[in-house]
Nanobody, 125 residues
Framework: QVQLVQSGGGLVQPGGSLRLSCAVS????????IGWFRQAPGKEREVVSC???????????DIADSVKGRFTISSDNAKNTVFLQMNSLKPEDTAVYYC???????????????WGEGTLVAVSS
């Protein structure tokens, strides 16, 4: 059974930092992509970042313009875990953040195969 278990998130002041983690189990991660999405209240879910992996090696990464220079995606392939480091957080970054698994994909532009449970990131003073 494929599971995406998220951790991290919480309340942070503007300008602060948080790191989200997404641990994937139950799947042979030989060729896949993992993305981070977010959904703010009253808004559609949007992709934040994406990282691909093939044969245990990290492939391409992609990041939305709205968070470029502030957020970084990375992975620990040995632990099947993907991270989203979020720096210089702004109130408009407030949202529920989800990780998502794309099986046998090299990007995050197709239909999601599995979702994480979501974690709230709230940026407020």
């Amino acid at each position: 059974q494929v599971q995406l278990v998220q951790s991290g998130g919480g309340l942070v002041q503007p300008g602060g930092s948080l790191r989200l983690s997404c641990a994937v189990s139950g799947f042979n991660l030989d060729y896949h992509a993992i993305g981070w999405f977010r959904q703010a209240p009253g808004k559609e879910r949007e992709v934040v970042s994406c990282i691909s992996s093939r044969h245990g090696s990290t492939g391409s990464t992609d990041i939305a313009d709205s968070v470029k220079g502030r957020f970084t995606i990375s992975s620990d392939n040995a632990k099947n875990t993907v991270f989203l480091q979020m720096n210089s957080l702004k109130p408009e970054d407030t949202a529920v953040y989800y990780c998502a698994l794309f099986i046998y994909r090299s990007n995050c532009r197709s239909a999601v195969d599995y979702w994480g449970e979501g974690t709230l990131v709230a940026v407020s003073s």
